[in-house]
């Protein structure tokens, strides 16, 4: 930033001049490898089409922002925060999600080991009665959006959350890191499951990757002494 | 009418009020799925009969039950005097009683081409349309521009602002029906763009479904909604 003393003027360097544009992730496993839990077709329509479609709309929002910043068009700046918000965010939720999810012959369904493990008895009970939280909140989402399973880094404990839309866990509050979410739009189980989400939300534990899970949480547990 | 078999016939009945039950001080109407004026798979190819059928008697269904259990379950709140449980049934009253509302409007929004679906508005609406977005075509662009944009799940809607004496296009979120926009608020068409209204056959392209459900929009209904509005 520098101050024109003449006229008491700032201007700013154009801060976005070297941002890295988002691309799509690889999937750590084959389209057919979550079956029968989650469809080759789905998985395909999921990562190439909606994901992508994320990944290059949420490049275009952020190639406008440079501009309009650059220009000092701040109404525009404020304008363009509603597709940042919703396609960054579809970005950030999917890129997750792959990693949510494993095939079973990689682990996906495996039940999670200590610390993770106790942690979610303490806090739920079980992890049947962890898992029967999620369904139901899942289930009960009002139109799109994601189902959580985050740790609350501050107050030091596992919450259950849901979003609506494409917003990121960390819109429910900043402390708030995702381990598992759960994708409750339609596009994520219709072309199997139709209008049956409950039975979708049945079926995905199958495949759900508590590796990764346990992975976040022990890494985020390292400072705090109280699990 | 051609006749049809039994299993395919769906006839208009729009929205009954079929049983009311005294509780306490109050009786309360319970809700019923209005029946398709066509049959499922009139509205091909633009939008499959395998949708149509989920669509209604499955995801209308839903509202309409989850609308009754929460009516129910607010008749009994309001008896009880709680009013803490009063308040909390309002989310489940307006998505399932909104997602009734709009898909019955819905149903009567879209007609089988050889009952008129697609054929442009005549008479008051149809001058009325050129006078607010210079054209159907204009007005059509627009329609698809807002329901392809909607994120999440919605509708678009073209609408009658009772006050203003003016066409609106608007979109609203979830199940909330058009009123929730404004007081004044007629709806003339919706167009459902919740991903189950047209994945199985569109996938992912949304665009494409709006693109094609005008062929299949009834402008009669639309006209009749606003000339009865207009008197």
């Known amino acids: ?227 | 009418m051609a006749i049809r078999s039994l299993a395919s016939r769906r006839t208009l009945a729009g929205l009954k009020e079929t049983s009311s039950r005294l509780l306490g001080l109050r009786s309360i109407q319970t809700f019923t799925l209005p029946d398709l004026p066509y049959d499922y798979s009139a509205l091909e190819p633009a939008i499959s009969g395998e949708i149509m059928q989920i669509h209604h008697q499955k995801h209308h269904q839903a509202y309409v039950t989850n609308y009754n259990n929460a009516l129910e379950q607010l008749d009994q709140a309001v008896n009880k005097g709680d009013a803490s449980a009063v308040v909390k049934l309002q989310s489940a009253i307006k998505f399932n009683g909104g997602g009734h509302v709009n898909h019955s409007i819905f149903w009567k929004n879209l007609a089988p081409v050889k009952e008129g679906g697609g054929e442009p508005p005549k008479g008051a609406l149809g001058g009325a349309i050129d006078t607010h977005f210079g054209s159907l075509k204009v007005l059509v662009k627009k329609m698809s521009a807002e329901g392809a944009a909607l994120q999440g799940s919605g509708w678009v809607w073209l609408g009658l602002d009772k006050e203003l004496k003016k066409l609106v296009v608007d979109t609203t979120a979830n199940q909330d029906p058009l009123v929730t926009k404004g007081g004044s608020l007629v709806p003339l068409v919706g167009i459902d763009v919740w991903e189950h209204a047209y994945y199985l056959q569109y996938k992912n392209v949304r665009p494409e479904y709006l693109k094609n459900v005008w062929k299949v929009i009834n402008w009669k209904y639309a006209s009749e909604v606003y000339e009865k509005e207009c008197k």
């Open chain 1, 1 to 227: 930033m520098s101050l024109d003393v003449g006229t008491g003027k700032t201007t700013m360097e154009p801060c976005l001049e070297s941002m890295k544009t988002a691309s799509l992730p690889d999937l750590p496993y084959a389209y057919d490898a979550l079956e029968p839990a989650i469809s080759e077709e789905i998985m395909r329509l999921h990562h190439l089409k909606h994901h992508q479609t994320y990944v290059t709309n949420y490049n275009k929002a952020l190639d406008h922002l440079r501009s309009a910043l650059s220009s000092g068009d701040h109404s525009s700046v404020v304008k363009l925060q509603s597709q940042i918000k919703f396609n960054g965010g579809g970005h950030v939720n999917h890129a997750i999600f792959w990693k949510n999810l494993a095939p079973v012959h990689e682990g996906g369904g495996k039940p999670p080991q200590d610390p993770l493990s106790s942690a979610i008895d303490a806090h739920f009970g079980s992890l049947e009665e962890l898992m029967q939280k999620m369904n139901s909140e899942g289930a009960a989402v009002q139109g799109s959006g994601w189902v959580w399973f985050g740790l609350d880094k501050e107050l030091k404990r596992l919450v259950v959350e849901t979003t609506a839309n494409q917003d990121p866990l960390v819109t429910k509050g900043s402390h708030l890191v995702p381990l598992i979410g759960i994708d409750v739009w339609e596009h994520a189980y219709y072309p199997q499951y139709k209008n049956a989400r409950a039975e979708y939300l049945k079926n995905i534990w199958t495949v759900i990757n508590w590796k990764y899970a346990s992975d976040i949480f022990e890494k985020h547990n390292r400072g705090l002494n109280e699990f």
